[in-house]
């Protein structure tokens, strides 16, 4: 199939491909943010956040409003305090199915590989 048929071609990866999600991920700051928030596995204040990753408050607040927009993390307000806790199931759920969805279009030659995964272990 040449690109050209495959862009023509709907398949469920195209709807899962979401530039949201892929721009909140992508940026080394907000990446170790996440993993923060996930190794800590409980809903953590800004200021916590910002004590884990020595990053300024400020900053930290406006990467972790995007993660939210993102729908990767969710945050609760309890006065002046916003929290952030990790949307676990949405999370593992949406790159599941992407990687589902990958391994879809997987051609024929690499159906084994992609079946197998890294180093035939699955």
Do not use: W
């Not at 910002?50 to 927009?69: N, P, Q, T």
């Amino acid at each position: 199939m040449s690109p050209r048929q495959a862009a023509a071609c709907c398949r469920p990866v195209d709807d899962l491909l979401n530039p949201d999600l892929f721009k909140a991920l992508c940026d080394p700051t907000r990446a170790r943010l996440l993993g923060c928030l996930v190794k800590c596995g409980r809903p953590c204040s800004v200021t916590e956040v910002a004590e884990c990753c020595s990053v300024d408050f400020s900053v930290v607040s406006r990467h972790l409003a995007l993660l939210e927009g993102a729908g990767i993390l969710a945050a609760t307000k309890q006065g002046r305090v916003v929290s952030y806790s990790v949307q676990y199931a949405h999370l593992c759920r949406t790159l599941r199915k992407l990687a589902d969805a990958i391994e879809e279009c997987c051609p024929a030659s690499e159906a084994k590989a992609c079946k197998e995964g890294c180093c035939g272990k699955r």
